[in-house]
């Protein structure tokens, strides 16, 4: 009995230790993510570059000894391939998000996913039924969102088409990497690479559908400069560093937990992106606004409770 409570002892702390660092780097690259997209507006060129970063990274890493990886095999990406073309456009609508609303509007958003992913658990999955206060906090989350999203004084259509797109490719991605994850059998550093390594041949292709190409190339022929100046490759360089740091702790702790208190987690560590984002930017929500968006926090909190 006390080997098996060391045993169970151990997978808690570590299990607790892989959601923190996810916490940690999910609540900050929100904040990140938006400043970057401030002094560097081209949304698919900076993923594409976090992409490359991960992938950089684990390869020369994985070189020198400091991590080790499964051998890249041409048959686990194909079967690896849908996952990561959620996960691209979980990426990409988050990301326009970010450059049309606030970072309390994704917020919202992010906290709505909970309810749709217990709910496609159970459905896709064959996952237990959530119990009676599990739902209760989801419904909480539900309201609180629905409340901002009525009392915001900068809805755009744009911004919140993007907020529903990304909701939908969020879920989707939140339930289907899951299962992949604990399927395939590949080991963390292995879902980063392949992950990354797929984003990233994708990432041209939606460069050249969103012409976002040519205002790149507009940019560089008329102020090229400009990229190399120190705010702004700072805030890519940062947002590049979180993006690869998310990467794995994300992956880590989808294998240590459910799903749903993943993306549960997710919306619980935005309290201290909601302190950041208060303290340092002056685009955020009303009064109201942020009093529903506590709430739907609140929401996440019980949840937690909950399980």
Request: proline letters at 3%; glycine letters at 6%; hydrophobic letters at 55%.
């Amino acid at each position: 009995m006390t080997a098996i409570g060391f045993d169970y002892s151990k997978q808690y702390y570590a299990a607790s230790s892989l959601v923190i660092g996810y916490a940690l780097c999910s609540s900050l690259l929100a904040v990140i993510n938006k400043f970057a997209i401030t002094k560097f507006n081209y949304p698919g060129l900076l993923t594409a570059l976090q992409y490359l970063t991960s992938v950089l990274g684990v390869w020369v890493f994985g070189k020198f000894g400091f991590l080790h990886r499964d051998p890249f095999k041409f048959d686990v990406a194909k079967k690896f391939l849908p996952a990561a073309v959620v996960f691209y456009l979980a990426i990409f609508t988050n990301t326009n998000l970010l450059r049309h609303a606030n970072v309390d509007t994704f917020i919202v958003f992010r906290s709505l996913t909970p309810l749709l992913v217990a709910l496609a658990d159970t459905v896709f999955r064959r996952q237990p039924c959530i119990s009676k206060l599990t739902f209760v906090s989801l419904l909480i989350i539900l309201g609180a969102a629905a409340g901002y999203v009525a009392t915001d004084s900068a809805f755009n259509l744009t911004a919140y088409s993007w907020a529903f797109a990304y909701l939908a490719t969020t879920t989707t991605e939140m339930v289907y990497i899951k299962h992949m994850v604990m399927n395939l059998g590949l080991n963390t550093w292995s879902f980063v690479l392949y992950n990354n390594l797929l984003s990233l041949m994708m990432a041209p292709v939606f460069w050249i559908l969103t012409r976002e190409h040519s205002e790149v190339f507009a940019a560089l022929r008329t102020n090229g400069g400009d990229w190399l100046e120190p705010v702004a490759f700072t805030a890519v360089s940062l947002s590049c560093l979180f993006g690869f740091l998310i990467s794995f702790f994300g992956f880590a702790a989808r294998k240590a937990v459910s799903a749903t208190a993943f993306t549960v987690t997710g919306v619980v560590n935005k309290f201290l992106t909601v302190v950041i984002n208060v303290l340092i930017w002056d685009k955020h929500a009303t009064p109201f606004g942020l009093v529903c968006l506590l709430f739907s926090l609140f929401g996440g909190v019980l949840y937690q409770q909950s399980v």
